[in-house]
């Protein structure tokens, strides 16, 4: 079950990652035509450039679940299959690690303790707190960055998951790769 939650998970951002690639590759290309005609709109700029951070978080989540990143495996090659299961399970346990504390350190960023006790009032949360999170504009979109700063937390719960469940398919020895998912055991 909690790989098929993680499976579905890592779908949908592999759907919202390829989706934010189409914005990106659209706004570079009105972009160039709009500054090739002199009538540049400076807005598209800012927003490729959150689109392809989006994309980028949201592909490296998802790349977790198919434990499909780029990897040097001179290591593990040398190993015996014991070994490799022993690694496998040691970089598992690092990657659950590293997105505990993603979590940890977005739930200081984000505060949301300190949001709730501000009354939800952006300008009183940071005469408190000295955090702009909620109140600071982008340059030319004119949205709040709040908006665009969600994904690390989105992705340190994605990667939360993707890592506990590869993290029990190691423990119960039900490790799928990108290969075995594709062709079977």
Known sequence: MLHTLS????QMETVLAAIFAALVTLMVLVNVLTRAMD????WI??????????MAY????ATLHHRSGIAVTLLPDALSPAGKRRLTLLVDLVVAIFAGLMIWFCLRWYDPLGLI???????AFQNDTFNFIYA?????L????????LIPGIFALGTALHAIANLHQSLTGGIHTTETE???P
């Open 7 to 10: 499976a579905r998970w890592a």
């Open 39 to 42: 009538q540049s709109i400076f």
């Open 45 to 54: 700029d800012e927003a490729a450039i959150y689109a392809m951070i989006w």
């Open 58 to 61: 949201l592909g490296a989540s």
């Open 117 to 123: 006790a501000a009354g939800f009032d952006a300008e």
């Open 136 to 140: 600071e504009p982008t340059n030319t």
């Open 142 to 149: 004119g949205i709040r960055k709040i908006w665009v700063w």
């Open 182 to 184: 594709a062709t079977g």
